[in-house]
DNA sequence: TTGTAAGCGTTATCAA
DNA sequence: TTGATAACGCTTACAA
């Protein structure tokens, strides 16, 4: 355990001032280009490292960024994770990430400990029922920048970044009408989110276009597990007028309901088509194939992470921007296919 | 933006020394009892939060694990993170994590960048074909506590968390034997790796154990990659000799593989048993239903954190553990049971 | 182009 | 039980 080299050490060894080491260390223009080479290369001889800590209390300014996200162990939020944390590692920014576990009150908690460790700003995806959002007034009222992703609440000191959750909706049950199906149903997550009322929006707006009634009967709110699915496709089998489409939100719980409803005698396709969420990997695994909506994650992430990048750097301001759209489109596979020659 | 209030404005209109406030606020013993009360009412009632930059600088400690690991968005990874993320946020731990993208020199870089965020001490899994270990010899050097898990290098210096792979190999193999396969393909990943060396290993000695040759060609080596999964599936319809089970280090190849080989016209498990690993949720969804070895992700990631943080806070001398070895186990599925009824 | 010196907000030591 | 004071290592007016 040697003792820690500082710009005073350098300083003393080269016989210059440690503001003078500190500016060559920092590109700062206003030194003599030689003077940085020598203290650049005295440093590294040194075995010098930087002490971000005393950097940031002097700075005020961490390189940091919090995020809070609901699970991090789905496909499609570590992909989130992984274009985020590439971007910011680009940027030399650090990510400090914790996950609420779908609970307001650990969001609560995980906000407070960010504000507290002092990121430069923060990225949320909400949890399954947070509904104020009283526990991040903080960040907006030190103007530490706030972004939310996917599971957004809009707010005017806020960007969101989201796909167009209506059109998905719609695109998805367009596909179905048009291959067919006259009664949709729908197994979506709680409608306090926006990624979930969007959809159902869509779902609606499909519906209507094409002269069909909306039977809310047939819309199945869960919490979209993969038990959900195998409870949607229960149900199925109980009613009386059975669906002959089902649009689930989620590609994980739409596999598990498609399977369910094989084990139960349903043929899929024909019987019934099955269209799911995300692009999730194991949509291509499952048998028929599942017909889904794309969602770009990486680029989710990468897009949240340069935005906030670019605002803490000044290169954009993030306020005036209230929304950013990606986009998103329907991947047919065979699980829609009704005339399929599966 | 409101100032920032600092133990100074507490003691100022307390009429206390900032060292008083400083001690009651972290519960110092020898403290009044009720001047820590009127202290912390103090401090709440004026919004005060604690700077961590200055108490890291003061106390030259960071309170943060560093994390690298080749990908993030892997269902396997991703629920090691979700473990190792619960401890440290109930030990007030901040995670910073960063990923190799399975390249040494990312893995450098990351490696570089923790060293200079000063964490505290840092979890690795490394990359696929990292050999030295030159860029953790600073943290060696300066007794950060390094701790690798699943991918690990071995150390006399550091810890190692693994499931018994070995073991793991030896029953995925021995199973398939037991299942009557006597000709076992063997689909891996990079044999520099503990995990797959091990496995292979487990591989050989169910084998001999059983009287069964160990057959060279019948080893394929990988990236473990869907695509992957889909080679192995032709290149055994091109075998000569084909084999009648196959066990693949990986479910996802596992799966791939396994729907391929049904395109192709085998019958699983009747011509050709499958077996993967990890018991990744896609195993649940394939049909037949894939056995695999159940790893314990979640498990594995706590105990990573938490030896970790029992070793900062000095519970537990990490030093004198030089591996702690998980359970994990075989989980029996359709893909294999030859005489099954499924 | 370089140097001086004053903090940033804590905490640890020593003294009271 | 509390207080005074000196660091921790860096950055940045301001001065030279």
Same mark, same amino acid.
């Given at each position: 355990?040697? !003792? ?103 969001? $609560? ?23 104020? @959002? ?5 960040? @907006?009222? !030190? ?17 969101? @970044? ?52 909306? =039977? ?19 149900? $199925? ?32 396709? =024909? ?72």
């Amino acid at each position: 355990m040697e !003792k820690e080299i500082t710009i005073y050490d350098i300083a003393k060894r080269l016989k210059l001032s440690p503001a003078t080491v500190s500016r060559a260390l920092n590109d700062h223009p206003a030194i003599n280009s030689d003077t940085k080479t020598l203290i650049t290369a005295m440093a590294r001889q040194m075995g010098y490292r930087t002490n971000t800590f005393a950097s940031n209390l002097r700075r005020q300014r961490t390189n940091t960024i919090g995020v809070i996200v609901p699970r991090l162990n789905s496909n499609f939020m570590s992909t989130v994770l992984a274009g985020m944390e590439k971007v910011a590692n680009e940027a030399s920014y650090n990510l400090i990430i914790s996950q609420s576990l779908e609970s307001v009150k650990k969001e $609560i908690a995980n906000a407070k400990t960010m504000f507290n460790s002092r990121v430069d700003g923060l990225l949320v995806s909400v949890a399954y029922d947070t509904d104020k @959002i009283d526990h991040f007034e903080a960040f @907006i009222k !030190k103007g530490i920048p706030l972004l939310f992703f996917d599971r957004v609440i809009e707010h005017k000191q806020c960007t969101s @970044i989201v796909i167009d959750n209506v059109k998905a909706g719609y695109d998805a049950v367009t596909h179905l009408i048009e291959q067919g199906c006259r009664r949709i149903m729908h197994v979506t997550g709680n409608l306090k989110r926006n990624v979930y009322a969007d959809r159902l929006a869509g779902y609606q707006q499909a519906l209507r276009q094409h002269g069909l009634p909306y =039977d809310e009967s047939l819309v199945m709110v869960t919490d979209l597990s993969q038990e959900a699915g195998t409870e949607a496709a229960r149900r $199925i089998q109980n009613m009386p007028e059975r669906p002959d489409g089902v649009f689930v939100t989620n590609d994980f719980c739409a596999v598990c309901c498609l399977i369910t409803l094989k084990k139960l005698g349903f043929s899929v396709p =024909d019987d019934i088509a099955v269209v799911g969420f995300n692009d999730d990997p194991v949509s291509q695994v499952v048998e028929p194939d599942l017909t889904t909506i794309h969602y770009p994650g990486a680029k989710m992430g990468e897009v949240a992470a340069q935005s906030l990048i670019n605002h803490l750097n000044g290169l954009l301001d993030i306020q005036t921007t209230n929304k950013i759209i990606l986009h998103s489109e329907l991947v047919v596979r065979h699980s829609s296919l009704k005339s399929s020659s599966y």
